[in-house]
């Protein structure tokens, strides 16, 4: 019996992989933007990215240079959980995300804001800020759809 665990440890059984034109400019913005912690990055001689990886709020995400047909850029949706999301969309703008949603009180219990990142995956910044049941936004939907 084997001790190697199916999962590695600082892993998680679902890992975002981000497949870019430009991969060493979204590791810069990842860094700068979402205050990415670069774990380790395998260059390849014209300078593009066979593979790297970043952790983000204690999650890992991978990525690589789109380097072959069956290998092209890959736009993704990621929600990313932080602490004072108007601070970090702010950092996220002046590190070259385009705006797509200002932050915003939202009815479920977060405040949200959207961005697209230097390759053009579409990032919802969140922080939780309420507890909301299931009651409360079935109330609150029904009302969006009265109004």
């Known amino acids: ?4 665990k ?12 981000l497949v870019a ?7 810069d913005f990842l860094a700068e933007g979402f ?17 790297a990886e970043v952790e983000i709020g204690g ?3 991978m990525l690589g240079s789109a380097n072959a047909p069956d290998f092209p850029p890959l736009a993704a ?18 590190a070259g ?22 390759a053009g995956n579409h990032w919802s910044i969140a922080t939780h800020i309420a507890d909301v049941t299931e009651e409360e936004m079935a109330q609150a939907m029904e009302a969006m759809g009265e109004g």
């Open 21 to 27: 034109e430009d991969a060493p400019r979204l590791l």
């Open 77 to 94: 949706q990621i929600h990313l959980y932080v602490e004072d999301v108007d601070a970090v969309y702010a950092q996220a703008v002046s």
């Open 35 to 51: 205050g990415a912690v670069e774990r380790m990055r395998m260059p390849m001689p014209d300078g593009s990215i066979a593979h």
């Open 97 to 118: 995300a385009t705006p797509v949603a200002e932050p915003e009180d939202q009815f479920y219990g977060d405040r949200i804001a959207r961005v697209l990142d230097t």
């Open 1 to 4: 019996m084997s001790d190697v």
């Open 6 to 17: 199916p999962v590695p440890d600082d892993y998680t059984a679902i890992t975002p992989y």
């Open 59 to 61: 999650a890992p995400v």
